[in-house]
């Protein structure tokens, strides 16, 4: 299988080119030239073990991967999970689940991709005899997982761009405390958009990208969207007969990568009714699928700041599909976004979404009512997702990171701090961090003295 590009300037590429590359050279971002019909296949995977099941589903995308090593690469992947599912759905009343997406590493969903992004990071540098520079900015939870897949690997370095003060202290030690000399914490003044912006400026700068081996590990790679499709197919299989064709999945997002990956399931013919998208104060998202309007606006910090985006930088592969897959199109309405800030759409058409934000007197809210009325913690972004539930559908809440990790709001919500031991050995270490400007010379000249 080949991959282009959204933009359509830059030739296709395989699965492991994509992979590497990250971001299109174009500035656009991959996607399978064509998506598979697997409803075929459900019936032989509904019994799969989550790796099992992972193995045969980026198979059908990992094409230039032999096969024994994609199975490799997945088991080990996923061998660093502390629940024997790895992505275990729990039940809370006739119409509600949780799918807990937080037993890997560090303890929160991005773990699902980026352990097996960075294997196959490893795998390929090992194969290629080449040394990568990988390249992420985070608003929390993405760059301690992107870290924790890379930490020691051989002929690798990670640069991770955060904003300073704008994610969760405990956060911030899961990426600043690893003791890993392969690892580059960078706080940024701004926020996660600004972050975001000067990576793709670095990115788009070609010739110090190809300089110093540059590879993206933000949601615009291709294999992290396809890694995070497999969990929604996995919670699928496992629902009762009787409430698959009426399920709605609820996604706590603000990069709008996590609910992509699940809505392209549904373009590969998996029956889902809907995804609902939940947002925090920073709702652009929820504007768009109330609007049909996409328009940035300030960020604002919240007790949910993973979400606190306003540029959500995995929109642009929707709106290829929303285009009829006219990358010129595409071209055309991401320059508008570039030069305005917004876009409006004549008919948001070929979706199956709807939408909420909570403030964060919801969200504390909403902690507080999960807990009393069905004796469960979970996270702030998580809370979002619990705000006006379809009575009509059966929900799978994706509880996207473990409670430990927001201590004080929890606290805040129902008097106790939820704690985890892999969080408390943190606290002992010294921080190692780097601050530098939200400029992106600044930002290279500190990656060109540190590239391997």
Known sequence: MKYISTR???????????????????????????????????????????AELCTEFLSLFATD???????????????????????????????????ELFHGPTLAFKDFALQFLGNLYGWQ??????????????????????????????????????????????????????GAANVHAIAIDGSFDDAQRELKDIFANKAFAEQHRLSAVNSINIARVLAQSVYYLYAW?????????NTEFVVPTGNFGNVFAGWLLSQMGVPIMGFKVATNRNDILHRLFTTAEYRSGEVHPSLAPSMDIQVASNFERFLYYALDENPTRVC?????????????????NKTVFSSSSASDEEITGLIRKVHDRYRYTVDPHTACAFKELDPRRVSVVLATAHPAKFPAAIAAAIGTEPTAAVLEELKARPIVKHHLPANAEAIKTFIAQRAV
Not at 165 to 172: A, F
Not at 338 to 343: D, E, F, L, M
């Open 65 to 99: 991967i032999p096969e024994d090593v994609l199975e490799r690469l997945v088991h080990r992947s996923y061998g660093t999970f502390t629940h024997p599912e790895i992505a275990p759905l729990r039940k809370l009343d006739e119409r509600l689940y949780v799918l």
């Open 125 to 178: 540098c090992e194969q290629s005899g080449r040394k990568i520079n990988v390249l992420g900015a985070t608003s929390g939870d993405t760059g301690a997982a992107a870290i924790h897949g890379l930490l020691g690997k051989p002929n690798t370095a990670i640069f991770i761009l955060y904003p300073e003060g704008r994610v969760s202290p405990l956060q911030e030690r899961q990426m600043t405390c690893t």
């Open 332 to 348: 055309s309405v991401m320059a508008q976004i570039k030069a305005t800030g917004a876009y409006r759409f004549d008919l948001l």
């Open 237 to 245: 299989l496992r629902l009762p007969d009787s409430a698959r064709a």
């Open 8 to 50: 359509g300037q830059t030739d296709p590429v395989s699965f492991g080119q994509a992979v590497a590359i990250g971001l299109a050279p174009d500035g656009g971002l991959f996607l399978p030239e064509s998506l598979p019909d697997i409803t075929p296949r459900l019936p032989a995977w509904k019994n799969l073990s989550y």
